[in-house]
């Protein structure tokens, strides 16, 4: 009886494919991966990633959609709708809790725009965390590819922080009953 030992380089190709598999599976696109890559293990390419990192960014992954069902259409809802946010309930408990406290806050802004609007775009909170990460708004990460931010794959500290700014932004802007369209200072 002889027991095959996995060798380290076979396990970490075993486990790209899982990546590549699990970003296909959840509609991830290379720039993404390679942004998710970036933050989880500082590398932007695969092949730069150590056994340990590539375990690190497939777990993260599979947490961000373990409770994602496959009916659940990333892009069913139009931008600036309820139903742009439907992610929110598939997500983990941890991150589920702040991606509502999130929702809320972006009702309640939506309500401060000129005219009202049901609830600010995603692409608008997004924007918060691409600033929290200081990348610029016209940024790439090679020819032609622009750095790529999705609230779903942001870390439960980030999604905490978005939610203080958030408040900020509320807080400052309801004072007085005067409102101003995000980004526009008063």
């Known amino acids: 009886m002889s027991t095959a030992r996995i060798t380290p380089a076979a396990a970490k190709q ?4 899982g990546i590549r598999a699990e970003c296909a599976r959840q ?3 290379d720039d993404t991966r390679r942004s998710l890559m970036a933050r989880l293990a500082g590398v932007r390419s695969s ?9 690190r960014v497939l777990m993260h992954l599979q947490s961000c959609s373990d409770a ?3 009916s659940c259409g ?3 809802a139009p931008p600036g709708t309820p139903g742009e946010w439907k992610f929110v309930f598939a997500q983990p408990k941890e991150k589920q809790l702040l991606l509502k406290k999130i929702f809320r806050l972006a009702e309640t802004i939506g309500g401060l725009q000129t005219p009202p609007v049901p609830v600010i775009p995603k692409a608008w909170v997004e924007g918060i965390i691409r ?3 200081a990348i610029p708004a016209g940024s790439s990460a090679g020819p032609d590819k622009a750095v790529v931010v999705k609230l779903e794959l942001c870390a439960t500290g980030e999604l905490a922080t978005v939610v203080q700014a958030m408040a900020v932004y509320v807080k400052r802007h309801k004072v007085g009953g005067a409102s101003s369209p995000p980004g526009e200072a008063k």
Request: proline fraction near 4%; glycine fraction near 8%; aromatic fraction near 0%.
């Open 47 to 55: 092949k730069d990633l150590t056994l340990k990192d590539a375990k």
């Open 68 to 70: 994602m069902p496959e």
């Open 131 to 133: 600033q929290m990460r």
């Open 74 to 76: 990333r892009r069913s």
């Open 27 to 29: 509609g991830i696109d």
């Open 14 to 17: 075993r486990i790209l494919g």
